[in-house]
């Protein structure tokens, strides 16, 4: 009885490592083409200001239009691109996308705001990345100011020498480097000692917003604010991920934070759809407009 048991177990056992080992392996081969296949798509989120609800920004997120599958989300296919090096190729399509995406918009008089681009951690230690991003910006025409390269907390970790010279590099051409996911990697406050005046804009981290309480004096709260200012202290500005409700809306304003990225101004969105927000350059929250009529 115990062979048997054991035998089933070993069958369950093996053939859901099958259908996992065929899932990416068919998510491997498809994703070699996907960019000619024309299946990858980028979404924007806008950026926020807390007090003006102007857009000041937006960020490209990589979708991938699978023809069976859907949707796949980043978190599903980037490790995995990142694996088997189709990262380089995504990459390049994402900047060159985003950057030629914002180049237009501009040119049809929509306001101009910074694109922000995320970058995997092993790409961003190759030098290679300095003369592809200047390559691009040529290309494009957009002008390196409305460029912000986000990366996390991983890619600081390696090769300190590499690491100095990239980023010294991205500042002397005006790109602005923004540290995403703040607060959830390994050496948090380290990284900011060592890269100060190096790395310009601190993304909160979306687990500390959702945290935050309508009652100031809880530990959540205090946490985020101290972030901001010690943040801001360092000469950075300070962007708040995954902001969902207006009561974070409110505390985050209160301490100041210069940008609000979430779900309570806009999921990332297709290009038509962002094009739109853009001409509405204002983006006020349905609670909010809901409150301002009754006292108006
Ligand atoms: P990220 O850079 O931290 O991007 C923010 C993620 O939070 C996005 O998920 C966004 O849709 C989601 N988000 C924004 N506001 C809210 C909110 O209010 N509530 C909740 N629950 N979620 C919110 P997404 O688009 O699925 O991307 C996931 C991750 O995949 C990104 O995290 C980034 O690390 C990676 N990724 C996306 N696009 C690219 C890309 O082009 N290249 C690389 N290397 N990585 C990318
Ligand atoms: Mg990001
Ligand atoms: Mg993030
Ligand atoms: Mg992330």
């Known amino acids: 009885k115990a062979k048997e048991l054991g035998k089933n177990n070993f069958q369950v056992y093996s ?68 694996e088997t090096g189709f990262i380089v190729e995504i990459g390049d399509w994402v900047k060159r996308t985003a950057c030629l995406q914002m180049k237009l918009w501009q040119e049809s008089g929509l306001p101009k705001v910074p694109i922000s681009v995320n970058l995997s951690a092993n790409r ?103 972030i901001i200012q010690l943040a801001q202290q360092l000469k950075m500005e300070v962007v708040a991920e995954g902001v969902e409700t207006t009561d974070q809306l409110k505390v985050l304003n209160n301490y100041n934070c210069n940008s609000i990225q979430g779900y309570l101004f806009s999921k990332p969105v297709p290009a038509t759809e962002f094009e739109k927000l853009l001409n509405k350059g204002k983006l006020i929250p349905e609670e909010m407009k809901a409150k301002e009529e009754k006292f108006t």
């Open 124 to 226: 961003f230690l190759e030098r290679s990345l300095i003369t592809n991003v200047k390559q691009i910006l040529e290309e494009t025409n957009l002008e390196s100011k409305y460029l912000e390269i986000e990366i996390t907390e991983s890619s600081l970790l390696e090769n300190e020498k590499v690491v100095f010279s990239v980023l010294e590099e991205l500042k002397r051409l005006g790109i602005k480097v923004a540290l995403d996911d703040f607060g959830t990697g390994y050496s948090s406050l380290s990284s900011l000692k060592r890269f100060k005046g190096l790395i310009d804009i601190l993304k909160i981290d979306r687990t500390f917003i959702n945290d935050l309480t309508s009652f100031e004096t809880d530990d959540s709260n205090f946490i985020t604010n101290t």
């Open 15 to 82: 053939s859901s490592l099958n259908a996992q080992t065929f899932k990416i392996f068919s998510l491997e081969s498809s994703l070699r083409y996907a960019i000619e296949r024309g299946q990858l798509e980028l979404y924007y989120q806008p950026k926020v200001c807390p007090k003006t609800y102007e857009i000041v920004g937006a960020e490209a997120l990589i979708r991938w239009n699978h023809p069976e599958w859907g949707l796949v989300s980043p978190d599903e296919f980037i490790p995995l691109a990142e």
